[in-house]
């Protein structure tokens, strides 16, 4: 029997979950004309496959940083990583993953669907192809209908979800998110944390999404990873106790309050 005969299940049974990110003993030291700023301490983290991993700290603990370093947007100083088991290079150079930025980055002279095409077009796909996966894309983040509109037609939220379908277009393995949702109203932000979640469920993707709330973390992922700034650590690493299907209305259960208060705790410790 070839592995392609087996079910699905069956395979992810026999093959050990693959490491999607591996950082080991990561350094980040900005350099400065009066002080180096050391952003990055020590870090150890790992992300297997399937995983939604957050990043949870106070302003400055270098969330941004280890994120950005993982998608090589910034070098580390010392230590190790690797993404997709290779170089954070290699991985950004074979479109491993899509990056989400804390505004959505769009241009405001293409229309919605010329936005999220773009990248398709830049990694030599045909033009009918990559209309038909960006179609598909805004159709999946809920957005069907808005293809010929500008960016500027759009409310924030629209705009964020833009993003997400263009990062999502060239199906990467893994998705980072630099605290998305940030700029949105609570109303809007919570409507996206489920369409994420609900994402998330469907798709299975890796996920290492940065934010500074406490709820947006704990309702979002399956381990939350508590950051203390100066210089930036890990203090803490808490596992999600809640099912994997998840709704808003889990936020008002005992289990949720529980992982929030654990959450608060470490953050807290961290301050010391
Ligand atoms: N390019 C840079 N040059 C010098 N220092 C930097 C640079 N980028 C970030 N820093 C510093 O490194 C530290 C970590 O910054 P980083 O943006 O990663 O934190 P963060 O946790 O993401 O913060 P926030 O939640 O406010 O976005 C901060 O002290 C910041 O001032």
């Known amino acids: 029997m070839k592995p392609s005969d087996l079910p699905v299940g069956a395979i992810a049974a026999a093959v050990p979950a693959a490491l999607a990110v591996e950082v080991r003993q990561a350094n980040v030291v900005y350099p400065a004309a009066d002080a180096p700023v050391h952003a990055l301490q020590d870090i150890d983290l790992t992300v297997r496959q399937g995983e939604f991993i957050s990043l949870i700290g106070p302003s400055g603990c270098g969330k941004t940083t280890l994120l950005r370093a993982i998608a ?4 580390i100083s010392s230590g190790s990583m690797l993404v997709n088991g290779v170089s954070p290079h290699a991985a950004r150079l074979a479109r491993s993953y899509g990056y989400v930025f804390q505004a959505p980055a769009l241009f405001p002279w293409r229309t919605v669907l010329a936005n999220v095409v773009l990248p398709l077009q830049i990694q030599g796909r045909g033009k009918a192809e990559s209309q038909r996966i960006a179609m598909d894309q805004l159709e999946r983040v809920g ?3 808005f293809e010929k509109k500008y960016p500027w037609q759009l409310s924030g939220g629209m705009q ?3 993003s997400i379908a263009r990062a999502l277009a060239f199906e990467p393995r893994i998705l ?3 605290e998305p949702f940030g700029a949105l109203d609570e109303i809007t932000r919570d409507r996206l944390n489920e369409q994420l979640q609900q994402l998330w ?3 299975r993707r890796t996920v ?3 934010t500074h709330s406490i709820a947006e973390a704990v309702y979002l992922s399956t381990r939350i990873v508590v950051m203390s700034p100066r210089p930036g650590r890990i203090v803490k690493v808490i596992d999600s106790t809640l099912p994997d299907e998840r709704h808003l209305g889990l936020r008002d259960t005992p289990e949720f309050m529980a992982l929030a208060h654990a959450v608060r705790e470490s953050l807290a410790d961290g301050h010391h």
């Open 72 to 75: 090589d947007l910034e070098p």
């Open 143 to 145: 957005l069907k209908g």
């Open 160 to 162: 964020q979800r833009v």
């Open 176 to 178: 980072m998110m630099d």
């Open 201 to 203: 469920q469907r798709e």
């Open 208 to 210: 290492v999404f940065v």
